[in-house]
């Protein structure tokens, strides 16, 4: 079957440190892998994405590259804000019915001035 | 723009009380999603609908029923509530039926507890 195995949290790191928030998978087939942020008091936005193997998705200074060999999608970003405290969820699309998504647990991270 | 609109954003109900949640998307999606969230356990799926006209189950969809009206609005309806269904519930919506690589879009979700 398909599912998200997501780092852990919370995370709270120091304005300008480095990020790694881990996410691992399991699917049938080869799914497309997302990243999508949560802040406070809003729904999900996607953050980024990938659809095949050693694809890179990057987005406002975040990257996660599609790991086939270790079946992982990692979340990094080099020098966080402030602003980028929010819940982080890693995702896979299962490629039946109508594009269902799995998601990870989700990950909170806390950047302080 | 709008987007993915939910109403109520906040609602409290009494055990065996029935509710419907409402959805509405204004981008011209196909797809269309009801998921729940829990502490600790992400966004699980409760109920989907593909196109208009069709809807099915996902993970969690005992308790609940949906209706696809027309391709803007996909309602949930909690017949008897339960403090179970204690949650906050999110609507998403995806262009393409069955293409994976299409994001979904979510609204900013409904805070449901049930006493």
């Known amino acids: 079957g398909n599912s998200v195995t997501q780092m852990e949290g919370p995370v709270t790191l120091s304005e300008e440190a480095f990020l790694t928030i881990n996410c691992t998978y399991t699917a049938t087939g080869y799914p497309s892998l997302f990243w999508y942020v949560q802040y406070p008091g809003e729904g999900l936005q996607l953050l980024l994405k990938?659809?095949?193997?050693?694809d890179k998705g990057s987005n406002k200074g975040f990257e996660a590259t599609y790991r086939k060999e270790t079946t992982s999608f990692h979340l990094e970003k080099g020098s966080v804000q402030v602003s980028d405290s929010a819940v982080y969820f890693c995702a896979l699309s299962g490629r039946t019915g109508a594009n269902n998504l799995f998601f990870g647990t989700g990950t909170r991270l806390t950047v302080i001035p | 723009n709008a987007g993915v609109t939910q109403t109520p954003k906040f609602q409290v109900l009494k055990t065996g009380q029935s509710m419907t949640l409402q959805c509405a998307q204004d981008m011209n999606h196909n797809s269309m999603y009801w998921y729940r969230q829990d502490p600790g356990m992400g966004l699980r799926l409760i109920y989907y609908s593909a196109s208009e006209g069709t809807t099915d189950k996902g993970e969690v969809p005992n308790g609940y029923n949906v209706s696809r009206l027309n391709k803007r609005e996909f309602s949930l309806r909690l017949e008897s509530a339960a403090p179970s269904q204690t949650s906050v519930y999110f609507c998403?919506?995806?262009?393409?039926?069955?293409?994976?690589?299409?994001?979904?879009?979510f609204g900013d979700g409904t805070r449901l507890s049930i006493l």
């Open positions: 990938a659809t095949k193997a050693d």
């Open positions: 998403a919506s995806s262009e393409a039926v069955r293409n994976s690589n299409q994001p979904q879009h």
